[in-house]
C-alpha cells in the first residue's frame, strides 16, 4: 500500500461521514452504511490516518536522542 492509496482511502471516508451527516446513504468497498453506521466510517478512517502516518516514522522502531 502506498502513501497515495492511503491518502485515497482517507478520502473516501472523509466523504462518506459528509455524506451520512448530510443524511445520504455511502458504499465504500462495496458495504453501503447509513447514520447508524458513523462512528464505523470514523473509526475506518481513524485506521487509515494510522497507516498513512507510519509511513513519516523512521523505521526500526524508536530512536533515541543523545545530549553530549
Known sequence: MTKTQCQQ????YFQAELDVLDGK????????????????????R????R??????RPQGGIKLASFN
Do not use: P
Open 51 to 56: 497507516r498513512i502516518n507510519a509511513f513519516s
Open 9 to 12: 482511502m482517507i478520502d473516501a
Open 25 to 44: 446513504q455511502t458504499t465504500i468497498n462495496g458495504k453501503t452504511m447509513t447514520t447508524e453506521d458513523l462512528a464505523e466510517i470514523r473509526a475506518g
Open 46 to 49: 481513524l485506521e487509515w490516518e
